[in-house]
């Protein structure tokens, strides 16, 4: 049978070449090692695990307003107040290195 009859016959599937094939096993294969690497907090030290566990409650207790301290606070709200600082190259900081110049800026 050719393929034109086929579909005349309203059969709509056709085999997966081995090229196809062997491109959706790669695919596969990506995906699950990229899902695996970005498991990021779960190949931390314990010891680090467990302090942004304990960060992560005082902002829950906090009901995630800012707190006193500037390790209290999240990336965002030490960004607003690098900003309000107008602290230089403050985009392209992570939470440390935002605090960092934020105390070296008052």
Excluded: C, F
């Amino acid at each position: 049978m050719r393929v034109s009859d086929h579909i005349a016959e309203g059969v709509t599937h056709t085999m997966a070449t081995k090229k196809q094939t062997a491109a959706a096993k790669r695919n596969i294969k990506k995906a699950q090692k990229t899902a695996a690497k970005r498991r990021t907090i779960a190949s931390l030290p314990k010891r680090t695990r467990q302090d942004l566990g304990r960060q992560a409650a005082r902002g829950r207790a906090r009901g995630g307003a800012a707190g006193h301290d500037l390790e209290d606070r999240n990336r965002t709200q030490l960004y607003a107040e690098a900003k309000r600082l107008k602290i230089p190259g403050r985009s392209s900081m992570g939470k440390w290195e935002l605090i960092d110049a934020i105390r070296s800026a008052r």
